[in-house]
């Protein structure tokens, strides 16, 4: 009875910001690593960050360094991403996932990845 609901996507200009929330049920949250995913019509799946079990190690892709930050709050939870500076190739479809329980602070195979959330759309205008 494992479950993902991603919550806060919509539709912004470039430069603009959104918070994406994600909301677990069903597991032991915080011996998961959680990340975040994102998919374009096209292209593949790919990881945008994740975050280790109590939150203090954290994983970007290059692309969104600087402009993205995860957080968890394991007492509600929940993992969050926030979004800065968004450009119009960050438009996509965003998905929340736990990972197996691997014991590595840092997922970041999609293979390693077990839960999903049924995903929150993104658009970035120009």
């Known amino acids: 009875q494992v479950q993902l609901v991603e919550s806060g996507g919509g539709l912004v200009q470039a430069g603009g910001s959104l918070r994406l929330s994600c909301a677990a049920s069903?597991?032991?949250?915080?011996?998961?690593?959680m990340g975040w995913f994102r998919q374009a019509p096209g292209k593949e799946r790919e990881l945008v960050g994740a975050i280790s079990w109590s939150g203090g190690r954290t994983y970007y892709v290059n692309s969104v360094k600087g402009r993205f930050t995860i957080s968890r709050d394991n007492a509600k939870n929940t993992v969050y991403m926030q979004m800065n500076s968004l450009r119009p190739e960050d438009t996509a479809v965003y998905y929340c996932?736990?990972?197996?329980?691997?014991?590595?602070?840092?997922?970041?195979?999609?293979?390693?990845?077990?839960?999903w959330g049924p995903g929150t759309q993104v658009t970035v205008s120009s």
């Open positions: 996932a736990a990972d197996r329980i691997t014991g590595q602070p840092v997922v970041v195979s999609v293979r390693e990845y077990d839960y």
């Open positions: 069903g597991l032991t949250f915080s011996r998961h690593v």
